[in-house]
């Protein structure tokens, strides 16, 4: 498992291949220490084993859309 500073990814940093409108590979919150989802089994990328967020933010799939128009792959 990568280290935690790892998956933080920022806001409008280029796609992940894994990313899709549902999920975001790593952490993508401004501020993931208020997230409601924070360290919760099965949902958060910090504890997951796939290092998936299963619960992005709600702006998430509006940037999705945005990112995705110009897709270039970042990163995995």
């Given at each position: 498992?990568?280290?935690?500073?790892?998956?933080?990814?920022?806001?409008?940093?280029?796609?992940?291949?894994?990313?899709?409108?549902?999920?975001?590979?790593?952490?993508?919150?401004?501020?993931?220490?208020i997230?409601?989802?924070?360290?919760?089994e099965?949902?958060?990328?910090?504890?997951?084993?796939?290092?998936?967020?299963?619960?992005?933010?709600?702006?998430?799939?509006?940037?999705?859309?945005?990112?995705?128009?110009?897709?270039?792959?970042?990163?995995?």
């Amino acid at each position: 498992m990568k280290l935690e500073k790892d998956l933080y990814i920022k806001f409008n940093a280029s796609l992940n291949k894994l990313d899709s409108e549902d999920q975001t590979y790593g952490c993508r919150a401004n501020n993931p220490n208020i997230c409601g989802s924070c360290y919760m089994e099965g949902v958060c990328a910090f504890v997951c084993d796939d290092e998936i967020c299963k619960r992005p933010t709600n702006a998430w799939k509006k940037q999705y859309n945005k990112l995705s128009k110009g897709v270039k792959y970042g990163k995995i």
